[in-house]
């Protein structure tokens, strides 16, 4: 619990500069940005994880991260095509960017059990914050209705991983 | 309208095909099979998969009676037996599966990527 509360005051820290700009004040496709780029950092750490855990319920939350990430994903770039809009970097997706570059190079370095309590510690922790930003700054200031929409069944599909991530923390602690 | 047995019969396939055509989520088709002694009617229960729920999340049902599961998310789920024994396998957004309840069916199921998605089956329909 102790390295869980530390993971999340990581992610939490490693956001916390780009919270103080405030995300509600991004744009739809600045958020939409934001979401794609969240959407890739867990598919890259669910790779990660597949290359490294032989825990079966890691193995089976990370192939599930890339199931639905690679779902939202198509999704939502098949809507911005429909809408004729691009995605805009912002500063939140470079905070994102950043923390996930010190995640992915730190859980790298480990293996075995170790391994698998940090992947899941951090997989809540990210999911929390970032279900967090999206369900409190994002939703509530989204302009186009189909891009809220969008987001909506997003957030229900990443609380669920949010729940499972919690399953995933308890069924590898020590 | 009277209708004969030949008639009745057809109708109940026709309405099978029809809600089958058109797709509908909250379609009970029922199918006659009458094997010379005991005609059963076998029933279509449908299941929604939505919000990362089963709805309903329990069905009753009767052996020869079918599950017709139906993805409604955007994210992929299953529908797979708690022992195993039968699995929808993958289904994306706005994919169906049928599965046929036999005897001997495991009625607790999970959604196998999202285990704490639960559905129960029971019998006595």
Known sequence: MKSLLLSAAMVAATLSPALAQDPAALSDLEMAHVAYTADNIDIRQAHLALAISDNPEVRAFAETMLRDHTAVNEQALALLQKLGAAPEDNFLSQALNAGAEAIIDELASLRGAEFDRRYAENELAYHQTVNGVVGDAFIPNIENAEVKALFEAGLEIFKAHEGHAEMMVKAVAP | ?125
Request: charged share 20%.
């Open chain 2, 1 to 125: 309208m009277r209708l004969t047995r030949r008639g009745t019969l057809r109708g109940a396939v026709g309405a099978a095909l029809a809600a089958l055509m058109a797709g509908r989520a909250d379609a009970h088709a029922g199918l006659i099979h009458g094997h010379g002694q005991k005609a059963h009617r076998h029933l279509v229960h449908d299941v929604d998969i939505r919000a990362f729920r089963f709805q309903p999340a329990r069905v009753a049902v009767r052996v020869g009676d079918t599950l017709r599961f139906a993805n409604r998310d955007l994210a992929p789920h299953s529908a797979t037996a708690g022992d195993g024994s039968w699995d929808t396998g993958l289904l994306n957004r706005g994919e169906t599966a049928d599965i046929e309840v036999t005897e001997g069916f495991a009625g607790a199921y999970i959604c196998a990527f999202h285990p704490h998605m639960k559905g129960e089956v029971g019998f006595g329909a």
